[in-house]
């Protein structure tokens, strides 16, 4: 089975300034990792993806993601923040051959002006 | 190309009342997937479906809670006699057919707000 950890439930931050949210996963198979935002009272969109391959991800909105084997995680990172992107992210991981996502708890992303 | 679509956006219902809450795929997409978000917590997996199947509802409440993909129309969650812990938001997803299981992007809808009085 996987489980996926977000050790940070929110995160305040200074517009223009850089931002990580980290996530940490588990599973005894390979898996595929996901970055969701979810903006107030709207569904999730998907900002990247590891399925294999190079481990630095590129996103939408300028968000990159590496994906860390040895130490299990997908942290998430933005070199600069906008106001905009005050949101809730979610990691999420999927095996191969399973269908279901399996969900952080959520990083609260804030961003100051 | 439209997204998923749900609806009711918002609900409520008093206790003991019934829920339909309804998904439609983004079009060419025949698989759905159902989750649900309690307050301050993230999303959890309760079932997945194609066309006129059930594949997994592990996730699913053995008692109260069904799940259908009909060959027509839309997919229905339903909770029968509702209470007060079922209030939530309930996010449908869907994918494309013939992926390589696991690594498909699922799509979300905007959510239904189930709130029961």
């Known amino acids: 089975a996987q489980s996926v950890t977000q050790l940070d439930s929110q995160v305040p931050v200074f517009e223009e300034a850089p931002v990580e949210l980290r996530c940490n996963y588990s599973?005894?198979?390979?898996?595929?990792l996901f970055w969701y935002v979810q903006y107030p009272n709207q569904g999730l969109q998907l900002l990247l993806k590891?399925?294999?391959?190079?481990?630095l991800v590129k996103g939408i909105n300028g968000f990159e993601a590496e994906f860390n084997k040895s130490q299990t995680s997908f942290h998430l990172r933005k070199p600069s923040v906008h106001i905009s992107d005050t949101a809730e992210y979610f990691c999420?991981?999927?095996?191969?051959?399973?269908?279901?996502?399996?969900f952080g708890t959520g990083t609260r992303l804030k961003v100051l002006a | 190309n439209a997204g998923v679509m749900q609806n009711p956006r918002h609900l409520v219902r008093r206790r003991g009342q019934e829920a339909r809450l309804r998904c439609s795929p983004m079009?060419?997409?025949?698989?759905v997937y159902w989750y649900r978000q309690l307050p301050e917590e993230g999303l959890k997996f309760m079932v997945y479906?194609?066309?006129?199947?059930?594949?997994?509802e592990s996730g699913m409440p053995k008692e109260r809670f069904s799940a259908e993909f009909p060959k027509e129309g839309p997919s229905i969650l339903r909770i029968q006699q509702v209470v007060r812990g079922d209030s939530a938001a309930y996010f449908c997803?869907?994918?494309?057919?013939?992926?390589?299981?696991?690594?498909?992007?699922?799509?979300f809808g905007p959510g239904t707000r189930l709130t029961v009085l």
């Open positions: 997803a869907s994918s494309p057919p013939g992926g390589l299981a696991g690594a498909d992007t699922q799509y």
């Open positions: 599973s005894s198979v390979s898996v595929y």
């Open positions: 590891y399925l294999s391959g190079s481990t």
């Open positions: 999420a991981v999927t095996a191969s051959g399973t269908y279901k996502y399996i």
């Open positions: 079009k060419g997409h025949s698989h």
């Open positions: 479906l194609q066309k006129e199947n059930i594949i997994d």
